[in-house]
């Protein structure tokens, strides 16, 4: 018993070497959504045209679509690692989804309040009850409902599977927010873009908004990595390793 | 492009407080998310220090 005590078992499992891994890669996902950002923005609003028929209004497309678009794939990945999780009963799985539902919580809070800004001068409301929005409006819950699982239970294994349980079931409102403009009669209107159909916007509008998008998904990519990071920290901070990183980051930050 | 001066920029056609409004706010929050987490990573390097040295006294 005493030989198997002192193995550091830690040392096999992959937050020691995801740690490291995460720092280096970091970097290069941030400069690569700054950089995307900065092109998306000056395409949206230098290169994109007037809209025919909402005048400049249209241009929070640029950051309401691309913010929806995460909200609903950030749910996806973080309910797949859940997934994961619960399936290999991997530790490492229920940290991915942990680090990323914030980032995701946010991008529904960023797509609710950019689409009221986009509906006061569209529809003459900051909000309607429309299938659209109130599916999208369930999500921002199902988000809290899985950062307030792991933030009342204690223990952390459990507020693991408590949380991707959860974030499993509500996985089936997502499809309900893609296909609401097509299933009831909705306000909101429908899909900018369709894999079968032509695009109905210009271009340089696509282009925009797509970049915008790229540009969001390597910001997720970026801080998902830091909240990995913090994460590791928090939770294994009694094993040996994290003592050499501490003490080498400690170093580099003074 | 479609802008004659700043001010016209500024204005976006009338909608100027939506549109600005809309970015404005996703700017706060990316920027608060981004300072947020690097406070907490500064935060969690402490709290594993401050864990080793109570284990250091422990032993």
Not at chain 1, 149 to 178: C, E, H, K, Q, T
Request: glycine share 8%; aromatic share 14%; proline share 4%.
């Amino acid at each position: 018993m005493m030989g198997l005590a002192r193995i550091n078992w830690f040392k096999y499992s992959s937050p020691q070497a995801f740690y490291p891994l995460a720092g280096r890669m970091m970097p290069w996902f941030a400069a690569a959504a700054t950089l995307l950002i900065g092109v998306g923005l000056y395409i949206g609003f230098f290169v994109a045209p007037t809209d025919f028929q909402q005048g400049q209004s249209y241009r929070i497309i640029f950051v309401h679509v691309p913010a929806a678009w995460m909200s609903m794939f950030l749910y996806v990945v973080m309910a797949m690692w859940a997934g994961l999780g619960l399936g290999l009963n991997a530790r490492p799985s229920f940290m991915m989804a942990q680090a990323i539902a914030p980032t995701g919580a946010l991008f529904t809070f960023l797509a609710l309040v950019t689409g009221a800004m986009w509906g006061k001068p569209t529809w003459g409301a900051w909000w309607v009850w429309d299938a659209r929005l109130t599916s999208e409006l369930i999500l921002l819950f199902l988000y809290g409902g899985v950062l307030l699982l792991r933030a009342s239970i204690d223990d952390p294994r459990r507020a693991d599977r408590a949380s991707a349980v959860f974030a499993l079931v509500g996985v089936v409102n997502v499809p309900i927010i893609y296909f609401s403009v097509r299933w009831w009669n909705t306000l909101h209107q429908g899909a900018s873009v369709s894999m079968t159909t032509a695009p109905k916007m210009a271009a340089t509008m696509l282009t925009a908004m797509l970049v915008m998008t790229l540009g969001f998904w390597m910001y997720s990519i970026a801080v998902t990595l830091v909240r990995m990071r913090c994460v590791i920290l928090e939770r294994d901070r009694q094993s040996s390793w994290v003592t050499h990183h501490s003490h080498r980051e400690a170093v580099e930050v003074h | 492009m479609q802008w004659g001066s700043v001010s016209e920029f500024v204005a976006m056609g009338g909608y100027g407080l939506y549109v600005w409004s809309s970015f404005g706010v996703t700017a706060l929050c990316l920027l608060w998310e981004v300072l947020a987490l690097r406070r907490r990573h500064a935060a969690a390097i402490a709290g594993a220090r401050e864990s080793i040295l109570d284990q250091g006294m422990g032993q």
